[in-house]
């Protein structure tokens, strides 16, 4: 498919304006709006203020970002200075973040629309002021540091924050229904359902992307096996566990973060080590194998770090189920 007539000009003219200081708080904003970023952020409200917000958070996050790269494989635009072979000098980010993004379609901007679904729900949840306006902010500066650094176009951006409102505001209209309908099925089928849904997304990724597990297509697994580690988590959290994340001083919450983020990161480096004893990382068995890792991880941050910080009196028990019941609403 030829690209699409977007305004390479607009992307040239930001990068001939780029200034040091600008360049890294664009690095900084992207990293906001990357996967790690949203992570650390859903983990915190997760573990020190409201667990339903960031169970719907992230729901709300892959639905939007699993749209963003079916679409992309569809439009297959590629990403500016691509065609001219000029990227790896016009693009303001490090050498291997280039490579990787080179292999991957522009439109729309996955940050941008990841921003825009994260923050519009965050912003129709929550009444604080304060945090609204941050939020407002913080969907702008992510959209407006992909055509700054170079690697997409600034329609890329406004298609993405479409796209994003979009997802947020269906959400929030019907997240309340799906809710109490996805509560009345049983916890397997809940976990059958989801890994089913998850491995059909990436499937049809391959086939798209021409039968190709390399580039967009990874994307889906740690999607789809995230989703699924935390759907396999939370039920058994609230019946074994149940903890308040309200509860406990500032200190012990950092505490109780940065437990959960060691865990995380260590499944993650622990199984990538044996996985990769048991496959080829381009086979069809390492992709699978990737999908488990990544459940593993969710699980491990929804339901065994909290399980282990409250045996360590890090935490109390929610009264009653209230953060599990309050609808996320603040």
Not at 132 to 156: F, K, M, N, Q, W
Not at 172 to 186: K, N, Q
Not at 279 to 286: G, P, Q, T
């Amino acid at each position: 498919m030829a690209a699409l007539p977007f305004n390479l000009g607009l992307v040239q003219l930001l990068a001939d304006h780029r200034n040091i200081f600008l360049t890294k708080f664009a690095l900084a904003a992207a990293f906001v709006g990357s996967s790690q970023g949203y992570i650390l952020l859903i983990l915190l409200l997760y573990v020190a203020w409201n667990k339903r917000l960031a169970f719907r958070l992230t729901v709300v996050l892959l639905a939007a970002l699993s749209l963003d790269d079916l679409l992309k494989m569809l439009l297959r635009n590629p990403r500016p200075f691509i065609a001219q072979g000029t990227y790896m000098k016009k693009w303001a980010v490090s050498p291997s973040s280039a490579r990787s993004l080179a292999m991957e379609y522009s439109t729309p901007s996955g940050h941008a629309t990841g921003a825009a679904s994260f923050y519009a729900y965050l912003y129709g949840v929550v009444r604080n002021r304060t945090v609204r306006a941050l939020a407002v902010v913080t969907i702008l500066l992510i959209g407006v540091s992909r055509p700054y650094l170079g690697v997409h176009y600034c329609e890329d951006v406004l298609f993405g924050w479409a796209l994003g409102v979009a997802v947020a505001l269906l959400s929030l209209r019907y997240a309340d229904a799906a809710a109490a309908a996805w509560g009345r099925l049983s916890y397997t089928l809940q976990v059958v359902l989801v890994a089913s849904a998850c491995l059909a997304l990436w499937l049809l990724a391959v086939l798209l992307n021409g039968h190709s597990f390399e580039g967009q297509p990874y994307a889906f697994l740690g999607y789809g096996g995230f989703l699924t580690g935390i759907v396999l988590a939370s039920p058994l959290e609230r019946r074994i566990v149940n903890f308040d994340p309200r509860s406990s001083t500032i200190l012990v919450k950092i505490l109780r973060y940065l437990l959960s983020l060691i865990m995380m990161v260590f499944t993650l480096l622990i199984l990538d080590k044996a996985f990769g004893l048991l496959a080829d990382r381009s086979s069809l068995l390492w992709n699978l194998l990737e999908y488990l890792r990544y459940t593993a991880v969710g699980f491990v941050a929804f339901f065994l770090a909290p399980l282990l910080f409250t045996r360590m009196g890090w935490a109390e028990r929610a009264p009653g189920g209230a953060d599990c019941l309050n609808g996320g609403r603040q």
